[in-house]
């Protein structure tokens, strides 16, 4: 099994950012439903002020190339525009366990 876990740094007010966070979370949570290869996802949105990430998320696929079968799915990339404009950062770490 692999872990995809990649956080995000957003731009905006904090509201601004909380909401795009929010409506970000929304469209992952959903994803397993719609792409065979995501076993589960799991999305938190900071909430702690004294952090400066704003949202990570943790995908477990069953291989390496499953991330890459993830990342390409229109499902995801639809997703993925939500927060396009609203980027500043991206950290990834995939692994199996």
Not at 21 to 32: C, D, G, T, V
Not at 47 to 67: C, F, H, Q, R, Y
């Amino acid at each position: 099994m692999v872990k995809h876990i990649v956080t995000f740094k957003l731009k905006g007010t904090p509201e601004e950012r909380e909401a795009v966070a929010q409506s970000f979370k929304n469209a992952l949570i959903a994803l397993p439903s719609q792409i065979d290869v995501l076993e589960s996802m799991e999305v938190g949105i900071n909430e702690n002020p004294a952090e400066s990430w704003d949202i990570v998320l943790i995908a477990i696929v069953k291989t390496m190339s499953d991330v890459d079968v993830y990342a390409k799915h229109p499902a995801h990339v639809a997703a993925a525009s939500i927060i396009k404009d609203h980027k500043v950062d991206r950290a990834c770490v995939d692994f199996e366990y």
